[in-house]
């Protein structure tokens, strides 16, 4: 399974982009999916957002009415949404996602490789 995460890049504070992250490979069923970001001061990926099947979302209070997490389970991918962008937002944004294989065998938690958002003040 891979996870392929994209639309980072730079933009100034009050901007906007758009974030996706498409599953691929041995799937059968996908449950949460989530956005985390780190920047190198933390030691910790910080939970950004996550939706679960069904659509029940969840934000962390830093970017609660900036940010909007959503799913296509047709096209196994993830967005997020950030608006009003500040520069305490620049971090790297990893997706993962909570994915059950083909022969039903668990529920594996899996990361893709991550995206750089830079915002500048």
């Known amino acids: 399974v891979q996870l392929q995460a994209s639309g980072g890049g730079l933009v100034q504070a009050g901007g906007s982009l758009r974030l996706s992250c498409t599953a691929s490979?041995?799937?059968?069923?996908?449950?949460?999916m989530a956005w985390y970001r780190k920047t190198p001061e933390k030691l910790t990926r910080e939970l950004v957002a996550?939706?679960?099947?069904?659509?029940?979302?969840k934000y962390a209070d830093s970017v609660k009415g900036r940010f909007t997490i959503s799913r296509d389970d047709f096209k196994a991918t993830a967005y997020l949404q950030m608006n009003t962008l500040k520069p305490e937002d620049t971090a790297r944004y990893y997706c993962?996602?909570?994915?059950?294989?083909?022969?039903?065998?668990?529920?594996?938690?899996?990361w893709g490789e991550g995206t750089q958002v830079t915002v500048s003040s």
């Open positions: 993962t996602a909570q994915i059950q294989p083909q022969d039903r065998s668990g529920v594996y938690e899996e």
């Open positions: 490979g041995n799937i059968y069923q996908i449950f949460d």
């Open positions: 996550s939706v679960a099947v069904g659509g029940i979302t």
